[in-house]
């Protein structure tokens, strides 16, 4: 079984997604510290051709909180200004009027406390919206007992522990994990690289890995699954 586990975050690029594709398993691992200035609740989207990052408000944010204690500041005229921000930058966009009611919907319905609640059911909701078939869990409800390990003994525990062979992780992954420290354990470790994804936005030059929202609003169902299948392990 190939495993992956990963920190949840708020819509987050097509890799991402690709991971999920990669491999039978993810755990969100929603106990570990959360990132300032990261990637769970923030993300890029396109506007005036250029990124531009989005913040989606929390609570006394600390890298001393764990991500599913920081809780959200997200009421709904916060929401309300997220989705205008989303429309004003996307209106003439291809699937547009495809898939800004789902988003629509999911922002105003969801009722999330805390971010990792909420970066969780943006990718559920994602996939949900692609056919993908996700099979998850949280690492703070089945591996709680190996929150004081160090960083990559404890991903090599809960893959253990999943009965998992095979680990994938990101590239950018290189200089935290080693193949050797994984193959002593009788593990593989792989990691997964993106293709060069582009496709058209507007009439200007292409911006790459912003959220997975710009690949929806410009690709429908069947060209993003496409997409998603344009990598490579290592």
Not at 51 to 80: G, R, W
Not at 90 to 118: A, G, H, M, R, T
Not at 121 to 148: E, G, Q
């Amino acid at each position: 079984m190939k495993l992956a586990i990963m920190q949840p975050y708020f819509f987050p690029y097509i890799g991402y997604f690709q991971l999920i594709h990669a491999v039978d398993k993810i755990i969100f691992y929603d106990d570990v510290n959360f990132i300032k200035k990261g990637w769970i609740n923030r993300n890029n989207i396109l506007i005036n051709s250029s990124a531009f990052l989005f913040s989606i408000p929390c609570k006394n944010i600390s890298q001393n909180s764990l991500i599913n204690e920081v809780e959200l500041i997200f009421d709904t005229n916060e929401k309300e200004r997220f989705l205008k921000r989303i429309e004003l930058a996307y209106k003439k966009s291809k699937e547009f009027d495809n898939f800004f009611p789902v988003l629509k919907n999911f922002i105003l319905n969801d009722s999330s406390k805390i971010i990792s609640e909420l970066a969780i059911n943006s990718i559920l909701m994602v996939c949900d919206y692609l056919k993908i078939d996700l099979n998850f869990d949280l690492s703070s409800r089945i591996h709680s007992d190996s929150s004081t390990l160090a960083k990559e003994k404890r991903i090599q525990h809960i893959v253990l522990k999943e009965e998992a062979d095979v680990y994938v992780n990101p590239i950018g992954g290189k200089a935290l994990y080693h193949k050797e420290n994984f193959e002593n354990l009788g593990l593989k470790l792989q990691f997964l690289e993106s293709d060069n994804i582009k496709y058209k936005q507007y009439n200007t030059s292409f911006v790459p890995w912003l959220s997975i929202l710009d690949v929806l609003m410009f690709n429908d169902v069947k060209e993003t699954n496409k997409f998603i299948r344009q990598y490579h392990l290592t």
